[in-house]
């Protein structure tokens, strides 16, 4: 097992901001959409410190990072009130799809930026964006996973039924114990990276 201290730290630092606008779009989102409480706790912010979780934001990426997994890991979740949303459940659905979205976003500016800008397609510039690109397609679907509280979970919620999401919401207190099954299993390559690789295949990170 080769552990790179230095591209660690580039992971990590693209992580952090990653999960920064990740969080920050979902915190806009709801207040856009009715609900000021994010705003209230000061989570509309690129301030990388008001959103760290410190387990997903830096104990899941250390043990990622020295057990050569896929480097992924959450921010401290923004509040939502949902009562003060204009349409809750249409209107939570999309602050859950905020974050993800956001990461998408991210991925193809930095993809944009190394075949735009960047002449050379190798230095510590390229990789550094080449980084960007598949951490943030990595967040993207590893929130869109449909498992309660991960985005794709609220999302599917919102989706569904009331009666089927009710079902579907009792398997909210047992999210973080199926997301690290997922994660410390080959379950995580089987969902995650089939999307993952099809979607990179399609941006210009070369």
């Given at each position: 097992m080769n552990?790179?201290?230095?591209a660690a730290a580039i992971g990590f630092g693209i992580l952090l901001?990653?999960?920064t606008i990740h969080e920050a779009a979902h915190a806009w989102t709801a207040d856009r959409l009715g609900d000021p409480t994010a705003r209230r706790l000061g989570r509309v912010s690129l301030n990388p410190l008001v959103h760290i979780d410190w387990i997903g934001t830096v104990l899941l990426p250390i043990i990622a990072a020295v057990s050569n997994l896929p480097l992924i890991g959450w921010a401290k979740p923004v509040p939502v009130s949902v009562g003060n949303l204009r349409?809750?459940?249409r209107d939570f659905m999309l602050v859950a799809a905020a974050g993800p979205i956001s990461n998408l976003l991210q991925?193809?500016?930095w993809a944009l930026v190394l075949r735009v800008i960047l002449a050379a397609p190798d230095g510590d510039a390229a990789y550094f964006l080449q980084r960007a690109v598949i951490i943030n397609l990595l967040l993207m679907f590893f929130n869109l996973i449909p498992i309660p509280p991960l985005d794709g979970g609220n999302v599917l919620a919102g989706l569904l039924p009331r009666s089927a999401a009710s079902v579907f919401n009792q398997i909210r207190p047992?999210?973080?114990l199926l997301l690290y099954?997922?994660?410390l299993s080959n379950g995580f390559r089987l969902?995650?990276?089939p999307p993952y690789e099809f979607i990179l295949s399609w941006l210009p990170t070369h």
């Open positions: 552990f790179d201290p230095l901001i990653s999960l349409h809750p459940r991925a193809i500016a047992y999210g973080v099954g997922l994660v969902i995650v990276m």
